[in-house]
């Protein structure tokens, strides 16, 4: 490996330090210890499968996690098959009716998702759970399936210790204004459009 010049290597130092005094400013600063809100939102592929990595994480260390998914379709997903025979710690519930374009059924839709917001209101009340993941649960606020109020509320007061992930398109500027972090995945192009099948393992 060819040495860098005495020049560029000084300058790649610097660089380089100013940037590790700027992380660690941002550590140091970082002291207030609790659950955190996060929002996964956007038009792009990826954000239920960013969940699912946080859900394995949590996982790791050996922590309890409460999942609930509100929109999916009826097929089995490769994560439902691995969570539910390998890892018991995960309580997961499936609102099990398919997507709602499908169901073509107002009043089915709305009796599903609140028998599913039941289940997870459970859980936001439960400080055993170290990490609940709501996936799709924009949805259900978008289509007015759920009293908005009444799903801020808890998500607001849910155990201070316990960390939330929320996935979906939209949700409201109220939902971006409680969460602690909002991540938007942008779709800039997409296999589907091309008519290339979803492929299973990859996503589903």
Not at 82 to 93: A, N
Not at 186 to 197: C, L, P, S, T
């Amino acid at each position: 490996m060819t040495d860098l010049p005495s020049q560029q290597q000084k300058s790649h130092q610097k660089k380089m330090q100013k940037l590790k005094e700027n992380i660690d400013a941002s550590t140091e600063a970082a002291d207030i210890q609790r659950g955190v809100f996060i929002l996964l939102t956007g038009n792009g592929k990826g954000k239920s499968s960013s969940a699912f990595g946080m859900i394995m994480r949590a996982i790791g260390y050996g922590y309890k996690v409460g999942l609930v998914q509100f929109i999916k379709g009826e097929q089995l997903s490769g994560e439902e098959l691995y969570l539910r025979d390998h890892c018991p710690q995960v309580d997961f519930h499936q609102m099990g009716t398919g997507f709602t374009w499908d169901t073509q059924d107002r009043s089915i839709d709305i009796a599903a998702a609140q028998k599913s917001w039941a289940i997870a209101e459970k859980m936001l009340r439960d400080k055993r759970y170290h990490l609940v993941v709501l996936d799709e649960l924009t949805y259900m606020l978008s289509f007015k399936y759920l009293d908005r109020a009444t799903v801020l509320d808890v998500l607001e007061n849910r155990p201070e210790n316990q960390s939330l992930v929320v996935t979906g398109r939209g949700g409201g500027s109220e939902l971006i204004a409680l969460a602690d972090t909002v991540s938007e995945v942008k779709d800039i192009k997409h296999a589907y459009n091309a008519g290339i099948m979803a492929r299973k393992g990859v996503d589903y």
